[in-house]
């Protein structure tokens, strides 16, 4: 059964201020407590609609541990490998128009 003992308050504020840091327009469903039904929505630059939730335990590479939230465009039919909270937010600031 996958885990999420890895998503912790610490690791959300850190994604809540990648996405702000880079410029983008989101909120968060308020399942911190609960990280597997935790999701994050995100507006890009050109108005596309993300959703980034947080990576299962057997989804993490140890080698890469910072490697927790996945990003999914439906407009875009995109999903993003496992990235890292400032790697998501680069990810889907830049995702071409």
């Not at 996405?19 to 630059?45: I, M, S």
Request: aromatic share 8%; glycine share 4%.
């Amino acid at each position: 059964m996958a885990a999420f003992a890895h998503i912790t308050p610490a690791r959300c504020t850190q994604l809540g201020n990648a996405l702000t840091a880079a410029g983008l327009a989101w909120k968060d469903n308020g399942n911190q407590a609960r990280p597997e039904l935790l999701t994050y929505t995100v507006t890009d630059p050109h108005g596309r609609r993300w959703t980034i939730a947080p990576a299962t335990s057997n989804q993490i590479v140890p080698s890469r541990p910072a490697n927790l939230w996945q990003a999914t465009c439906t407009d875009a039919y995109h999903r993003t490998s496992v990235m890292s909270a400032q790697s998501v937010a680069a990810r889907i600031r830049e995702f071409p128009a």
